[in-house]
Structure formats: C-alpha cells, structure tokens
C-alpha cells in the first residue's frame, strides 16, 4: 500500500508541473501507404517508422527522447521520490529453492540489483554465486531469461536476452565446474529446451530476417534437434521445413521417461495441432492427434504409452482424456474427467491430478488418481 501511495504522490505531481510553457513537439512525417483488405483500401502514414535501421527513424527517436527528459527533468521533488522509493524497494528478496542434481538452486537479490543472482548449495555446504547475470554487460542490458537442466542435473543450457529481444542465444555448461562446453548456439526466439538425456536438446527458431531482427516478419516456425559437440548449422529440422505450409509456433517436449516426443503446432495463438514420436522404436512415425487446428490440447502426463490430455475439442468448458500412444487419434479419446458448467484448470502433483473450478467466487478443487477415481474435494 506504501507503494502505491507514493506512485499515486508522483502521478499528482506530474499533473500538478508548470505546463504553462508551449510544448513544441517533433514533427512526425506522414508518408502515405495502402493496403487492401477484403475490398477495403487502409491508409497507414506511419509504415515507414517501422524500419529500426532507418535513419529517419533514430533521429525521430533521439528528438522524442529530448523532449520528454527535457520535460521530466524539471519535476519538482523527482530526485527525493525516487530515493523514497528506492529505500522502500531496497531489501533483500529470495526465491523458491529447487533442486537439480546434487545441488539446491535459488535467485537472491540483495535489494537494488538489476537482475537476482542465480545461487547454489550441496547439502550443508555454504552457498556460492552460480550465475550473476549483472556480470554478462557493463550496461546491464544482458540478461538472463530460462534455465534447463539435464534430469541428472549435470548440464544446463542457459538462454540470455541482449537489450531484452526475443531472439535469444544459448550458452550449454558443465555444472559442477561451470565451464562453457561447447559453442553459443544463436537466434533461438519463442523457444523452450527439452533435453534428450545429455545427449542434446530440442528447440525452436525462425529463419532470421535479413534486414532487422525487430521489425522483420517471423511466421516459419521450425523445431531443431541440437546434438552437444556438433555446429549449431548440423542441427536437424524435425518439424517445419516451410515447403508444404507455414506455422507461426512449434514447440517440442520430450516427456519424463524420455519416451515420446511431444510436437504442439499453431498457426495463431489459439488452436493448435498435436504430433506425437515414439522415441523408443527406431524410424518411428510421427502420429497426428489433432486436426484442422479446431482446439487448444495438450499433453499433461502420461503413464507408459497411457497419454493424458487437457482439450477443449468438442468441450468449451475443457476436460481431460485419455488414449493409447500407439492409436492418439482423437476418435479414440476416452473421457477421464468429464466437461462440466465451469471451466476447468487442470494442474498435476504427488501422484494425483487437481481439477480446479472457479464457482460462486469460490474456487472448488478436485483431487484424482491416475485411474480416475475421485478422491476429495475442496473450496
């Protein structure tokens, strides 16, 4: 509540400046282009700021900049608000541990550092940095954005963001010496990494444009299998190879035994369709569960080649199912917990799964095994 209290102080305040002088603002060039859509003609005047090379454009930027720190700075008080706040923001902040391998993980923020330092400890030992990532630039404009460990927790492959884009290089370490192992792998964007053994990973990426990485147009998503000790430009496309048609999302998971491969396509962001690989039998084919990009459904769990399925197919409110890996075909989905009047969020832990509903103002939460019984339920 402090906090906003101030914050609402600063807004008062800005209200409250000397705006009786004449703002004089850049002049913003109009240059005029048409696109038409369905038989209606749309003017855009502004198509050409969208070219971050154009110098036109960082002279537009450099100006606005001017403007607003000429304006800003002469705010009465702004110096001691913003001491306010930074003594009220400056205490030390500790995350949720979590255990990878042998050691115990946790961020740990001092109080006023750009990023929280990634720390580590092996049972009674004394903590050490792992990760600091305001040591990866002067400026502070690296920063760290996704961790994956190997199940064994003896390799991780880490993502950094350079003046907070989306396309994202991969540093792959060691994790008992810390040591970088093999290359950077680079211009990975809107990518998880699922792990197969320590042998390599799955990502994701698009072809990067040419002329500007942020204005640019991404929409032929791809999935990569990266093997450690081999170039990035050896790694092979599993799906998306742009020929036959386009997707703007592919994400690929390998499940918990390592046995299947889990391929979630979309060409927007709603709907999706649904690929799964038997890893365990060699030139296994990719079976489709999902069609025509009708439903968001994803895999949550599976138990040997018993899969289970969140799905909106055919059920607005979402259920669960279940099916055999061998035969994933929707026609083949068994209910394993039924649609009801509420929507369902579905969440999995210790063995059971916990079907939340939001009733009333009342969320209502009922616990499952993996056999479908019901167990107990809760408000």
Not at 233 to 239: A, L, T, W, Y
């Amino acid at each position: 509540m402090k906090i906003v209290y101030h914050l609402l102080v600063f807004i008062i305040i800005l209200i409250s400046c000397d705006t009786s002088q004449r703002i004089e603002y850049p002049i913003t060039e109009e240059i005029i282009v048409t696109d038409t859509y369905f038989d209606t003609e749309i003017q855009d005047p502004y198509r050409w700021m969208e070219d971050d090379k154009d110098k036109k454009v960082k002279n537009w930027i450099e100006r606005q900049n001017q403007l607003t720190f000429s304006y800003l700075e002469q705010i009465p008080y702004r110096e001691s608000l913003r001491n306010r706040l930074e003594e009220l923001w400056n205490y030390e902040k500790i995350g949720t541990p979590f255990k990878e391998g042998d050691y115990t993980y946790f961020y740990k923020n001092d109080g006023l550092q750009n990023q929280s330092v990634l720390y580590r400890k092996k049972e009674d030992d004394k903590e050490e940095v792992f990760i600091n990532p305001n040591n990866f630039s002067k400026d502070g404009t690296i920063s760290l954005r996704g961790l994956s460990f190997t199940k064994d927790g003896s390799l991780l492959a880490y993502s950094i963001s350079e003046g907070g884009s989306d396309w994202r290089k991969v540093i792959i370490i060691e994790t008992n010496t810390k040591e970088i192992i093999e290359d950077t792998l680079l211009d990975l964007k809107f990518s998880g990494i699922s792990w197969n053994g320590n042998e390599g990973f799955y990502y994701s990426s698009y072809e990067k444009p040419k002329k500007s990485s942020l204005s640019g147009i991404t929409d032929n998503h791809r999935l990569y299998y990266h093997q450690l000790k081999t170039p990035q430009k050896s790694d092979k496309i599993i799906f998306g190879n742009g020929k036959n048609e386009q997707f703007r999302y592919v994400r690929g998971k390998i499940t918990k035994d390592k046995n299947y491969l889990i391929i979630s396509v979309s060409k927007t962001t709603s709907g999706n369709n649904l690929f799964i690989k038997n890893l365990k039998e060699k030139n296994s084919k990719l079976l489709q569960l999902t069609t025509n990009f009708e439903s968001d459904s994803y895999i949550i769990d599976n138990v040997d080649d018993k899969l289970y399925i969140s799905t909106n197919l055919d059920a607005p409110n979402k259920k669960v199912i279940t099916v055999d890996a061998h035969t994933p075909q929707s026609n083949n989905w068994k209910d394993f917990i039924k649609e009801t009047n509420n929507v369902l969020r579905i969440s999995k832990g210790g063995g059971y799964f916990f079907a939340q509903y939001f009733i009333d103002a009342n969320s209502k939460i009922m616990q499952y095994n993996y056999d479908g019984n019901f167990i107990r339920y809760k408000i």
